[in-house]
């Protein structure tokens, strides 16, 4: 029975589930251990961990489709993926403090021009924008704790037993009936170190690294009126490039330290006050057939550092600032063949997108930046049953999000919707099982030893048990 579900990592996915279960009035205890701190408490740089991880904290853009994001489409099918995503951008609408801001960019065509030189994804992407995320960050939090969420910070988990069903932190276990795990990208490793443990048969997954681009927004123009956040992509047999996570108006490039190492990522402010008509997004490269990708990507961003930071190179320009002012922690390098040396043999893939961008956007010339590395850390994806993505070996443990390989908002936050609407259905089956377990029949005609009641199929001789 899931009179305590334990949630590990407050990010997108698990705040979605408990939002879905409160909403739902769950009778059961919901507490969720993370190891940053509380909305009111975070510090606007401090990306990777806290209340609604990295995307919901700093990023704001929710697409809303199926043709990106990971494998929920997969599981779910497309209709149901649709509507849990829907459900996600419902709950950061309902928390916003002016709705009416959010926008909804639903492009129809490729253009003509991309078309010589790259493919264009075209999807809806709700803009919630990056400037009110923490305000909607609050207002959710009051929300479940109002409800009765029990949220424990800054605390580690050092370990878990699936099979006895307790949680480990350094000062304490905790029991669960249900866990929901749904730690973000900080926690790849203990990730990683429970699927070895458990001996987890997985699906692993393609190395993800390249790097933030920027330049004046006025060469991407044409293209931004067409898709906001446009998706310029190719493909070959082993390497796959993708542009993603674009900011225009107010952009800005963000700094992010993962596993103590500098990596990049960007954002866009909303208020008008920001703006400095730049634009950035990733160029990443997903590379197939690397053993070990985690990994190896960790040892490519580490021989990226310089400095105890990140790389910039630029043909014309200089490093950029912050939305705060502060110039980006960087290190400045003349030539790219330390880049290169680097990523070997995989940047000259980047390089060439970079240069068929200038055919496309001719205004672009040198007029460009790049900051190195920026990096998807994916750990291998666990196999999990696709109705609540349970494991296949621990029918009571979830992964969600990021540790199962999402990619974005939307996706995430349906996966922990996913998870919360089947322990809802669960505990009504068997709320209607106690109800009437004392109740003759109807036995099953196949095997006098099924009874089945309020949809739950059972042995007979496991009917009293439940009951007590």
Known sequence: MNKHVVIIGAGVAGVNAATKLVDNNFDGKITIIDMGKDPYLRPYEEVMTGYLGAGGWSDGKLTYSTQIGGQLSKYVGDEKAM??????????????????????????????????HFGLRLFPVWHIGTDYLHEIGKSWYDYLVMKGVTFRWKEKITDIDFNKREVYTEDYTMPYDTLIFGVGKSGIDFTSEIMKKYDLPTE??????????????????????????????RKDDKVSLRSFCTNNNAAYVAVEETYGNHSYNGHAKKDEAFRND???????????GIKEPFKWARKVVQKLQSNGTGLFYSPTREQSTTSEGIEVSATKVDRLHEISKAMQPYFPYVYDFINDMKKVFPTLKDDWGIYVPEVKYLAPEPLVNYKDLSLTKYPNVHFVGDALSARGISVSGAHGTLVAEQILSMSKAIDEFLEHADKPGPWSEEDDKIHTIGGLTMPKENTNKLNK
């Open 83 to 116: 509507e849990l995503m829907k459900q996600v951008v419902d709950n950061f609408t309902r928390f916003h403090p002016h709705p009416e801001q959010i926008i909804l960019s639903s492009p129809d065509e490729e253009p003509d021009f991309i078309k010589p």
């Open 204 to 233: 692993e997954k393609p190395a993800q690294i390249g790097v933030r681009f920027e330049a004046p927004q006025k060469h991407f123009q044409k293209l931004i009126d067409i898709a906001y956040d446009f998706k310029l992509y």
């Open 278 to 288: 730049m634009t950035n997004f990733g160029i990443l490269m997903e590379i197939k």
